[in-house]
C-alpha cells in the first residue's frame, strides 16, 4: 500500500472511533522524539505512525523542530535526566553507544525481532555496527541520507545561460557568478551551525578525498587538520560562501530549498532529505530538478544513518510498541515509502541491490549503486556534521570554528585551521 493509502486508512480508520474507545482499545501507546518536522520530512514520518497506529498501537508524536537535531538531543537529554526519556528516539552514530554507556538503552527489547527478522543478513556490517551496542540491537536504522549533492534548478540555469551541471570547483564558481549576473541566488543556504557545517564538510570531501576526510573528520589527526589540504578547503569554501544566499542568516534549510524550487535560487548544497520537499511541491528529480555529487566529489559517498534507539521504560506495556516500530521499520514496504518521502535509501541490502523493482527515481538510484560500490571500496565516510563520525562535544568544536570562520570578514584559512585543531583536542 503506498504512503498516501496508508495513512488515509488509519486516518479514516482512526475517525470512526470516538477517542476514549482509540485510548482504551490501543495495544499500547509509545513516545517517540525525533525531528522530523519539515513538510516533506513530516510526510515521510506520518507513514511510520501509520503503520504504527494500523497495528493498534497509539502514537504519541515527540517532534522537536530543529533541522540537523540539535535542539531534539537537548529536550532528550534534560528528559532523561528528568527520569523520564521517551520509548523511542532518533539517535544517531557514535552517540547510540554514548547513550548505550549510561545503560538508559534497552539492550533486550530487540532481541527477538532482530533475529526473526535476520537483521544481522539484511543490513551492512557498518550499518549494523552502528546500531549495536557490546553486540546486542539498541536501536534500529532507519534509512541511508547522503551529504555530498548539489541541488540545482534547470529552467534557472538555463534562463542563467548555464549548460551543464558544474563538474568541477572551478565550474561551480563559474555558474554561480552566472546565476549572480542574471540576478539570482546562486547558493540557497541557511546559516546556521548544522548547515554551515554540511557545506564545510561536502568541500573537504571534494578538496582531500576521502582518504583526507578520514584522517581529518574521523581519526581527528592534528596534522592533517592544520596541513596544507586543509587550508585549501578552507580557502574554497570561503569562496562558496561568498556565493551564498545574503538573507540565509539563521534560515530554515527548506525555507532555503524553496528558494531553488520557486525560482529564485539556482542551487544548494545539501542532504538528501533536501528531496523531500521537491517530493512534496510535486517536482520529478530528472526533469523538474536535477541532483549531482558536489562537483569533486564524483562518485564518494559521505553517509548519514538515521536511526530510532529504544529506551529502558518503567511502563512494561511499552515494549510492545517498540517492537512494532522496529518491525515495521525495516520491513520492505516501509523502506520503500518512507526513503520516497523522504529523498534517502533503504538500509537493506536486498533493497539496494534493486532500487529500479522499487519505483526509486534516479537520484536514489545513484545513490545506492554508488554507496554499495563505495562500501567496497572505502569511499564511504560517515558526516561529521550530522552526528556519524564524531562524539556531539568533538562535533561541537567544528561547529563553532567554522561558523565564525564563514562569518568573519577578516579570518585567514591557516588561522582558522589552527583554531580548529585546538578546539577538537580540548573536545576530547
Ligand atoms: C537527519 C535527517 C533530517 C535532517 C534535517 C539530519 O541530521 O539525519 O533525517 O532530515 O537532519 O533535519
Known sequence: MNSKLCL?????????LPLSAQ????????EVVH?????????AVDVLKAQVEQDGFTWKDGAVAGGGGATAMTVLKSRAVAGNPPGVAQIKGPDIQEWASTGLLDTDVLKDVAKEEKWDSLLDKKVADTVKYDGDYVAVPVNIHRINWL???????KKAGIEQPPKTLEEFYAAADKLKAAGFIPLAHGGQPWQDSTVFETVVFAVMGADGYKKAMVDLDEKTLTGPEMIKA???LKKVASYMDPDGKGQDWNLEAAKVINGKAGMQMMGDWAKSEWTLAKKVAGKDYQCVPFPGTGKGFLYNIDSLAVFKQKD??????QKDIARKVLGEDFQKTFSINKGSIPVRNDMLEHMDTFGFDSCAQTAAKDFLADAKSGGLQPSMAHNMATTLAVQGAFFDVITNYMND??????????KLAAAIKSAQ
Not at 485510548?23 to 509509545?30: E, I
Not at 525531528?35 to 510526510?43: D, N, Y
Not at 541541488?151 to 540555469?157: A, D, L, R, S, Y
Open 23 to 30: 485510548a482504551a482499545d490501543s495495544k499500547g501507546s509509545v
Open 35 to 43: 525531528w522530523w518536522t519539515s513538510g516533506g520530512e513530516k510526510a
Open 151 to 157: 541541488w540545482i534548478n534547470p529552467e534557472v540555469f
Open 316 to 321: 512494561k506495556g511499552t515494549a510492545e510498541g
Open 234 to 236: 578552507l580557502t574554497e
Open 409 to 418: 570578514p577578516k579570518a585567514e584559512p591557516a588561522d582558522a585551521a589552527k
Open 8 to 16: 488515509a486508512a488509519a486516518i479514516s480508520l482512526a475517525s470512526l
